[in-house]
Each structure stands twice: as structure tokens, then as C-alpha cells.
């Protein structure tokens, strides 16, 4: 905690879905999303209208120090206004409601795109890509034992 009540401190734990409660979950499953990052969590908030905000990347939770999650520091009249609030849990809920329609639409946008190749097929269909011309002039593809 910053201890400055004009602000309030989000650590990316807090939306993490693999977390317990216990553990330092503070949203519900269904507004949490597995291995949450910063910037996630920053475009989260963007997206639910609080723009008074301050990354810190290198930051550790008391709770997880060998771990450097990060954390947001937003401005708490910014948060409970924009996200028509009065706790801090509801403003967490609305951005973590707001974290899972992103990832929800992310995914949305990965279905649509084609896939890339991989594997056995990928590599076949770069060697047929490729042709003798791109090779510099007067030089042989060389096998075994010759110069």
C-alpha cells in the first residue's frame, strides 16, 4: 500500500486467475484472467475509463517478492468517478471485467488470422519458396567432398 490515500496501488496478482483468494487474488474467476500483465491491466483500465495512472514494471508485492509483477498506481478520485464506484474491490471488478473482454476479443482476432505454418510443413513450403537465382552468379551448389 503507498499509503496515500489519493491513490490507489493494483498488482497484477490480483487478476491472476490461477491465484486463490488466499493467495492474493482479489477479483472473482470470471473477471480474472491467467498470467496478466501490466500492460494488459494499464489498456484494462484505459479501457474502463480511468486515465490517471502510473506503471512502476520493476515493483514486487510485499506477499511475492521473488517475483517483479509490477504494479499500476491510479488516481482514486479518477478511479471511483470514471468507473462510478465507491470501493476499491468494485473498481478492481470493473477492471478486471474489462481484462476479460480484451482477452476474449484478443482471442477473437487470433481465430481470424490465418495460421502460420510450422514444423515439417512450414519448412517444405520455404524450401520451395526459395530458388537457385537468389545465389550469387557463378557459384555451384556444392556437395560432399568437392570444391
Known amino acids: ?7 490507489m496501488t493494483l498488482w497484477t496478482g ?7 483468494r488466499k493467495s492474493g487474488r482479489r477479483v472473482p474467476k470470471s473477471a480474472s484472467v491467467a498470467r496478466p500483465n501490466l500492460d494488459q491491466i494499464a489498456l484494462a483500465a484505459r479501457a474502463s475509463g ?17 517475483s517483479k509483477e509490477g504494479r499500476l498506481i491510479i488516481s ?3 478511479a471511483l ?11 478492481l471488478r470493473v477492471i478486471g471485467e474489462s481484462l476479460k473482454n480484451l482477452e476474449t476479443e484478443d482471442k477473437d482476432i487470433k481465430i481470424k488470422q490465418p ?5 515439417r510443413d512450414g519448412a517444405r513450403k520455404a524450401k520451395q519458396r526459395k530458388s537457385p537465382s ?3 552468379s557463378k557459384q555451384r551448389k556444392k556437395k560432399f567432398g568437392r570444391k
Open 1 to 7: 500500500m503507498t499509503g496515500d490515500p489519493s491513490r
Open 134 to 136: 537468389r545465389r550469387p
Open 50 to 66: 480511468i486515465t490517471k495512472m502510473r506503471r512502476d514494471q520493476d515493483a514486487s508485492h510485499p506477499m511475492r517478492p521473488y
Open 14 to 20: 490480483y487478476f491472476d486467475q490461477r491465484a486463490t
Open 115 to 119: 495460421k502460420r505454418s510450422s514444423g
Open 76 to 78: 482514486t478520485k479518477d
Open 81 to 91: 468517478e470514471s468507473t462510478k464506484s465507491e470501493t476499491k474491490e468494485q473498481v
